[in-house]
Each structure stands twice: as structure tokens, then as C-alpha cells.
């Protein structure tokens, strides 16, 4: 079936620098792929929606300007957490929809941990 | 605004038991739904999803939903669980008509004691 990888699974920063989180679909492509954070024992929330070739379209309480989405290609959206604090650590996860199938799959998500 | 809402956090059952978790969503429109699990250290999986049709839907693994449209509710069953049932389970709802968002509920932790 369609898989959805995301780089890195694990990534560990200093309060302060900017981290990348890459979100591919590997078997299909996908012109809107989607971006959620888990907190700890809470649920998926829906942080923004990422459109190839547009700009994203952030949710309510979402700050655009601290997580940077860019869909350049119908495979690929990275999420880029700037100038990252304590309070950004969380699970990332970002899935895409292979329009043909109808199925929405998930990425393995990114545990992001700011010291 | 859409939501979803599922009544148990944590349910703890033993082997062979019946599992019955509950789900219930807000929206006005015609609506999408799925139920994912999340197995320890895994990825979200699709379990099964309703788009149409026949109301009680059939997943992987014996699992199964039912979609009653006049309770808003979409509950997920098993007749008899076992300890690989083990992981997180997620409701979801999406609107039909062209929105992609999926508004996820809070999840509900199942623990199966061998």
C-alpha cells in the first residue's frame, strides 16, 4: 500500500536553532498533505495543511511564522520549527492522501525534544 | 465546528472479551469516518472508514463500526479482543464534501491483559 515516510524520526535541538522535518509520499502523489501535532496522552491536532505550489493554510492558534510549511513537490512537504523552545517538543506527524485509493495515510511522525 | 468526541480514555479488558468503544461526532453535513489504531512505537494505521452505503463496516483484524446517522455516532467493536489488540484508538470525521481536514478525537487508550 501507499506509505508516507517522514525524516527524521528522532531529532534532538538547542533551545534557539530551527529544525527540519521532511514528509514524503513514496508511492503516489499527493497535492495536499497535512501536518499534526500529538501531545503527550492528547490527541492529532490539526496544526495546517500543506498545498503544492501555494501557500499553507494554518489553523486558528497555529503561528505561520514559527512553523514554516513548504509543499515544493507533489512527494514532498517540510515543516520547519524556528527558532525552536522547550515548548515545541512534541510528536509531529504529517499524512497525505492518495487521491486514487481515497485513503488518508500517516507518516511514522517526528518526536521533537527542544532542550 | 466539527468534533469528535470518544467517551473512554483508558479501557483495560482481558483476552477474549468484547470491546466496544465509543464515538460521536459534530457536523452538520454529510460526513467521512474512520477509526485508526496506533500500536505501541507505530504509526497511525487505518482500522476501517465509512464513506457510504451500508452502514456497519467491516476492518482489518475482526474489527468493526457501525454508523448510526441519528445518534452521530460511529462506535467501533470487536467480539473478542486479544493482547496484540493492545495500542490507541483514534475516531475521525471528514467532510464529504471536498474538505480534507480530518478532526481527530482524543483517542482512547486499550490495554488487554493476557
Known amino acids: 500500500g501507499a506509505v508516507v515516510s517522514q525524516h527524521p524520526s528522532r531529532v534532538i535541538c538547542k533551545s534557539g536553532t530551527s529544525v527540519k522535518i521532511e514528509c514524503r509520499s513514496l508511492?503516489?502523489?499527493?497535492?495536499?498533505m497535512f501536518w499534526y501535532r500529538q501531545f503527550p496522552k492528547q490527541s492529532l491536532m490539526l496544526m495546517a495543511t500543506?498545498?503544492?505550489?501555494?501557500?499553507?493554510?494554518?489553523e486558528q492558534g497555529v503561528e505561520k511564522d514559527k512553523f514554516l510549511i513548504n509543499h515544493a513537490s507533489l512527494t514532498l512537504s517540510t515543516l520547519t520549527v524556528t527558532s525552536a523552545h522547550p515548548e515545541d517538543s512534541s510528536f509531529y506527524i504529517c499524512?497525505?492522501?492518495?487521491?486514487?485509493?481515497?485513503?488518508?495515510?500517516f507518516g511514522e511522525g517526528s518526536r521533537l525534544t527542544v532542550l | 465546528a466539527q468534533s469528535v468526541s470518544q467517551h473512554n480514555h483508558h479501557v483495560i479488558l482481558s483476552e477474549a472479551a468484547s470491546l466496544e468503544l465509543g464515538c460521536n461526532y459534530s457536523?452538520?453535513?454529510?460526513?467521512?469516518l474512520f477509526w485508526y489504531v496506533q500500536y505501541p512505537g507505530q504509526h497511525l494505521q487505518l482500522l476501517l472508514k465509512?464513506?457510504?452505503?451500508?452502514?456497519l463496516v467491516k476492518g482489518i483484524k475482526g474489527f468493526e463500526a457501525e454508523f448510526i446517522k441519528s445518534k452521530f455516532s460511529f462506535n467501533l467493536r470487536k467480539p473478542s479482543v486479544q493482547w496484540s489488540d493492545t495500542a490507541e484508538y483514534f475516531c475521525?470525521?471528514?467532510?464529504?464534501?471536498?474538505?480534507?481536514?480530518?478532526?481527530f478525537g482524543k483517542g482512547t487508550r486499550l490495554h488487554i491483559l493476557p
Open positions: 499524512s497525505a492522501r492518495d487521491q486514487g485509493a481515497g485513503e488518508l495515510f
Open positions: 508511492d503516489f502523489q499527493a497535492t495536499t
Open positions: 500543506s498545498n503544492e505550489g501555494s501557500k499553507a493554510t494554518y
Open positions: 457536523y452538520g453535513g454529510t460526513v467521512n
Open positions: 465509512y464513506f457510504s452505503g451500508d452502514p
Open positions: 475521525a470525521v471528514t467532510s464529504s464534501g471536498g474538505d480534507d481536514k480530518i478532526i
